[in-house]
DNA sequence: CTTCCTGCAAAAGATTTGCACACGA
DNA sequence: TCGTGTGCAAATCTTTTGCAGGAAG
């Protein structure tokens, strides 16, 4: 976790970014909840508890700044917020969003790069980054929908 | 196209809803401008030509209530607004987005049917719809960026 | 000193909602 | 008549921006 945020420490000060109190605040609470996707509203908040003095405007510009920088991922669950989280464009994943419970789930799989050869044979299109987003049951929430009853014909 | 119409109507009165004369302009302008992405302004934009004391509003509760109907869909390009399209579920394609000149064209496959497949034996999650976007460059773009030069280091 | 950063408040842009009126079954 | 639909304006929500002050090199 001290080499993430040196790793972090170092994209910042190539570009002669600083990494500030704040920021260091805002990538630690990122790091602490990695596997969730925090909005700014968020990750906001939870910055708040140690850095009472911290502006929501300083949380949009450092997602924003670390975002451009890699050093982040911003992701859009369709829910009208932007969300966001640890990791570069490289090991980027799927999500797995719960249509009933709103669960996200993470799902890696590089399944795609037989669809995008093919995109490109078809149209000359080169992909070059991809977002899929895979909405549907949760095992949990199957489990519920089996019992109230599959053969609705509304 | 009249087809088109007296099957949005149906829906709409199956469900207890009127095809006004301000859903029907709305629908004839999705009609005849398929293929584009519009986004509620556009619509407004464009339906107000013929009607023009259609409200902003009313524009924004008929798309609300097409896409509940799955009469149209609500795709979002990540520009920060929602985008519609004519179509229900069934026959839903993915986007191509160009990173440099924005342009969307859309690809038609089912390519995906293994991989939701695959995530339903890992995981456990059934999926019921997918949204895919493919960024990249286009056929256009691409014969560019040739020119321009490829071996920039940064 | 100069540049980068910050907090605050105001602004911006997309979408929704309250309300009074209009229209069709 | 009654419920649905409409236009307008105001409200809401997320995100961005202007500005004056502050910290770091």
Redesign the interface.
Known sequence: MRDDLEAARRKLTERDHRLTPQRQAILETLLSHSGEHLSAEDVYALVKKNHPDIGLATVYRTLDLLAGLDVLQRI?L?DGRARYELGDEEHYHHH?I??RCGKV?E?D?D??E???A??FK??????????????????EC?AGEQRTGGAGGD
Chains 1, 2 share one sequence.
């Open positions: 859009d369709g797995l719960c249509v789930t799902f799989i399944l795609l037989s669809l995008e093919l995109v078809r149209t000359g299109f080169e992909v070059v980054d991809h977002q899929v987003k895979l909405f549907g049951l949760c095992r199957r």
